[in-house]
């Protein structure tokens, strides 16, 4: 029998949010079994709790964000990607902004702080879906595709193509969940260069730099570029190189960006608030996507009978 988990003992973190800027305060907190993994605003008053569903899902544009009575939380899938792998089903998780902080970009702290140590078994059966037939979904607006298949037991492959020469075709592979930690927790988020301007242009990544996401650039920079970035992004301008990973020191594995991909890819699965026996491959998946098909998992698979066992 495989039963729900919650967290023993509080977690507390704090940080930046990655599109906002805003500084939030985050507690994690255990919660009886059937709750679920919901948000609440402490902000606000009253406070309302958001339920990290995928029907709650209002905007993927460069990250997942849920709102419910109009109280938003957004940047929700590092966090919820790590409690999914760690197997936490029941969590309460209270923050006194609307952005999740982005840390180092990765889910590292995250697992660490639960890790094992700080793991609570509850007396009820865990929700588990097992993949009996072939599953295909496919995104025609993105071109991403979905394929669950019959496996013994949860494992992803993720498959990206960029129109990059740095990055092209990547693959990560996840055969176990228990690998999570030491294959998936560190891969931090990435962007393009060219993407940086129009993102803080439009109001996006005014809480990122180049420690907390991987940026790639496929042309030399100019020395008016490099003083952008610097004073953008608080970054010593002698440590930006001209050309390739302009912060090569925070890269941790050659196909990190698939891997990070990867790492969203059960982030935003998690808002199914239910476990899979199978093996997921999503190819050139992204938020909006991942979304539309755990919503679709939902639609048409989670209302059937539900195994207990894994």
């Known amino acids: 029998m495989n039963n729900q988990k919650t967290i023993i003992k509080l977690i507390h973190f704090s940080g930046t949010g990655l599109h906002t800027g805003l500084m939030a305060n985050v507690t ?9 993994i919901q948000f609440c605003r402490t902000d606000l008053d009253p406070t309302l709790f958001v339920p990290a569903r995928s029907e709650n899902v209002y ?18 899938e590092h966090l919820l990607s790590a409690l999914y792998a760690l197997g936490i089903d029941n969590c309460l998780i209270e923050i006194d902004n609307k952005e999740i902080p982005i840390l180092d970009g990765s889910t590292k702290f995250y697992v660490d702080a639960i ?13 588990i879906i097992i993949i009996k037939d072939v599953i295909e979904w496919k995104d025609e607006s ?23 020469k740095m990055i092209k ?57 490099i003083k952008w970035l610097s004073t953008t992004f608080h970054q010593s301008a002698n440590s930006i190189p001209e050309m390739g990973i302009l912060n090569p020191l925070n890269q941790t594995y050659d196909n990190e960006a698939a891997r990070h991909k990867l790492l969203d890819v059960i982030g935003d699965l998690a808002l199914t608030q239910t476990y899979f026996q199978g093996k997921l491959i999503a190819y050139k998946p992204g938020h909006t996507s991942n979304c539309k098909f755990a919503q679709f998992l939902v639609e048409n698979y989670l209302k059937v009978e539900v195994e207990h066992s894994f």
């Open 28 to 36: 994690l907190k255990p919660a009886p079994a059937n709750f679920g």
């Open 142 to 164: 993105t071109g991403a595709e979905y394929i669950f298949l019959p496996n013994e037991h949860f494992s992803v492959t993720c498959l990206i193509d960029f129109p990059s």
């Open 59 to 76: 905007n993927t544009n460069r990250s997942t964000s849920i709102k419910k009575y109009d109280v938003e939380i957004i940047t929700i």
């Open 169 to 225: 075709h990547q693959y990560a592979v996840l055969n176990d969940i228990q690998e999570y930690k030491n294959e998936i927790a560190s891969a931090k988020t990435f962007c393009f260069l060219h993407e940086i301007e129009y993102l803080y242009n439009n109001g996006l990544i005014k809480g990122g730099n180049l420690n907390n996401a991987l940026v790639f650039s496929e042309t030399a920079l100019s020395k008016e570029k």
């Open 115 to 127: 890790w094992n140590q700080n793991v609570l078994e509850l007396n009820q059966p865990k929700k």
